[in-house]
């Protein structure tokens, strides 16, 4: 199968913790995105790359985060110094960029922070 | 400020009959729409879409309509099956802007 994949599924760490996420798209993608999903809330934009080049970033986004794609495939984004507001769903998607784009979606990586 | 709303946090509707899912959204830059289903513990699928040059798409049971002036898109399932129980998201994007979903609707399907 050459889904979308995502690791770990699941990440419990203790506040204060550095947490790193992959994420390893659809191969002949070449956009990768990644999004946080909170309970009863939608998808929230978080980033993206289009190849290793990282063209937007949300505003929302604290400088706690950050996210790479070296070589312009796998990604990883990483969360420093963890805070309970930041358990969520973390979503990693990637497209082919062209006119009617659509999102291909992990499985995501559930983060627990306690 | 949401730019994509779903106002009905939940909907159940018998199996065999008809499933409206409602959206709006405000930014009229959006000129290109989607349907994602999701299951628990898993990431959103693509269901369908449809284009602003465009009033209505259809695939199988799914129909998806857009309504530019109300700035409203519905999604219509039929027949309903309960394996279309899920939580579906609309989303939303145009040139120079991010896929914006959503916060779901959960459809239950009863037998």
């Known amino acids: 199968d050459t889904g979308v994949s995502q690791n770990p599924r699941h990440k419990i760490t203790k506040r204060g913790q550095n947490v790193t996420f992959r994420c390893d798209p659809i191969?002949?993608?070449?956009?990768l995105y990644w999004y946080r999903q909170t309970l009863g809330q939608g998808p929230e934009f978080l980033t993206y790359?289009?190849?290793?080049?990282?063209?937007?970033k949300s505003r929302l986004l604290s400088d706690r985060f950050s996210a790479e794609r070296p070589k312009g495939s796998f990604s990883t984004l990483e969360i420093q110094r963890t805070e309970q507001g930041d358990s969520a769903m973390y979503l990693c998607?990637?497209?082919?960029?062209?006119?009617?784009?659509?999102?291909?979606f992990g499985s995501g990586t559930q983060l627990s922070v306690l | 400020d949401q730019q994509v709303k779903q106002n009905s946090p939940s909907l159940s509707v018998q199996e065999g009959r008809i499933s409206i899912l409602n959206c709006d959204y405000t930014?009229?830059?959006?000129?290109?729409f989607l349907w994602y289903k999701k299951y628990p513990a898993e990431g959103p699928t693509f269901l369908i879409s449809?284009?602003?040059?465009?009033d209505k798409n259809e695939d199988g049971r799914f129909t998806v309509f857009l309504n530019k002036s109300a700035k409203h898109l519905s999604l219509h399932i039929v027949p309903s099956q309960p394996g279309d129980s899920a939580v579906y998201f609309c989303?939303?994007?145009?040139?120079?802007?991010?896929?914006?979903f959503g916060p779901g609707t959960r459809l239950s399907v009863l037998p």
């Open positions: 998607a990637s497209s082919l960029f062209a006119t009617n784009e659509k999102l291909f």
């Open positions: 191969s002949e993608h070449n956009r």
């Open positions: 790359f289009q190849n290793e080049a990282q063209l937007e």
């Open positions: 930014n009229s830059m959006f000129d290109y």
């Open positions: 449809i284009s602003s040059i465009k």
């Open positions: 989303a939303a994007t145009g040139y120079g802007q991010n896929f914006v």
